[in-house]
C-alpha cells in the first residue's frame, strides 16, 4: 500500500460519510456511486420516487466541489437541450454556441425514460464520447464529466424503454430502497425547517478528483485476474436460463469497478473479492432473461449469483 492510496482512500472515506449525513444508511450504495465515479463510468438508479435519488447525485456534486445541473427529462425535452445550440447573434452578426444541460461535471438525467428516444441517443452519445457535436462541431464536456440518470420502474405510461444497447452503457444500476424504521425516524427528525445539503461539506475539486482517478487506473490487475472477469461474463453467454449475455463492455467495466474498489479498500492490487463485490451490480442490467426463466421466479441478480459460486476464484 502506498501514500497516495492511503491518502486517496481517506478522502473518499470522509466523502462517504459526508454523503451520508443527507443519505442515511445507504452506505453500500454510496460507495458503489464513488466507485463508478472513479472508473469513469456512469450510473443508472432504478427506484420509486422519494427515495433520494436527487439528494444523492446534489450531495456527491457538493462533496466534489463539481459543477452540477439537472434535467427533468420529459417527451418534449429536446436533444439539443442536452447537447447545447447555434443560436444567430445579431449584433456581431454570427451565430454563437449555447451551451446544453451536458456541460457540467455531474449531470442528473431525471426520468430518463420519459424523454424520447433521439434525446436519450444524444445523452448517452456524450456519455460515450466525452463532448457533444452541434452542427458538425464538437464541443468537449467538462473532465470529469459524471452522468447520474434515474428511472421509476412502476411507471410505464408515457415513457420509452431504454434498450439493451442503451442500457449497456451505464457502469452500473443501483436502487436506493425505502430506509428501515429508526433511518427513516431519523431523515424526518433531523430536518424541519433546513435543507438537508446545507449540512455537506466540500472536501475535493474537479483536479484533485481527477489526480486520484488517475491513481485508480493505475491499481495493478494481474493476468489471472482477468481470467477470472472474463470467465464470470462468459458464463452470462451460455447460461441456460439467458437469452442475452453480457458484452465485452462489461468486462473492461469490471475491471474498472474493481480497481476502484481494491483502492477504497486501501490497496493498490486487486484481489477477486473485488471483482465478485462489482460482478453482480454491473452485470444485472446487461443480461436478459428467458420467458420461461422469468414465470419461474428467476431474476438477473440469481443468476449471476449463481455464475459467482460455480466460477473457479483464482489464486492470487
Known sequence: MNEQTVSGR?????????IEKVIVGKRQQIIFLMTA??????????????TGKTTLAAALATV???????????????????????????????????EGLAMCNILLADEINRASPKTQSALLEAMEEGNVTVDGKSYPLPDPFFVIATQNPTGFVGTYPLPEAQLDR?????????????????????RHGKNPLDDVRTLTNAEELKSIIKNVSEVFVE??????????????????????????RASLII???AQATAFVAGR????????AAVFVPVTAHRIMLKREAKLSGTTPEKVLYDILKRTSVPTV
Open 10 to 18: 481517506d478522502k473518499l472515506i470522509a466523502m462517504a460519510d459526508e
Open 37 to 50: 465515479l472513479l472508473s469513469g463510468g456512469h450510473v443508472l438508479i432504478e427506484d420509486v420516487p422519494g
Open 64 to 98: 466534489c466541489g463539481l459543477s452540477f445541473k439537472r434535467a427533468q427529462f420529459t417527451p418534449d425535452v429536446m436533444a439539443s437541450d442536452i447537447t447545447g445550440f447555434n443560436m444567430y447573434n445579431r449584433q456581431k452578426e454570427q451565430f454563437e454556441f449555447i
Open 170 to 190: 451505464f457502469s452500473v444500476r443501483l436502487s436506493l430502497g425505502y430506509p428501515q424504521k429508526e433511518e427513516e425516524v431519523r431523515i424526518i427528525s433531523e
Open 223 to 248: 493476468d489471472r485476474i482477468y481470467g477470472y472477469i472474463v470467465d464470470l461474463v462468459a458464463q452470462t453467454r451460455k447460461h441456460g436460463d439467458l437469452i442475452l449475455g453480457a458484452s465485452t
Open 255 to 257: 475491471s474498472k469497478m
Open 268 to 275: 493498490n492490487y486487486v484481489v477477486p473479492e473485488d471483482v
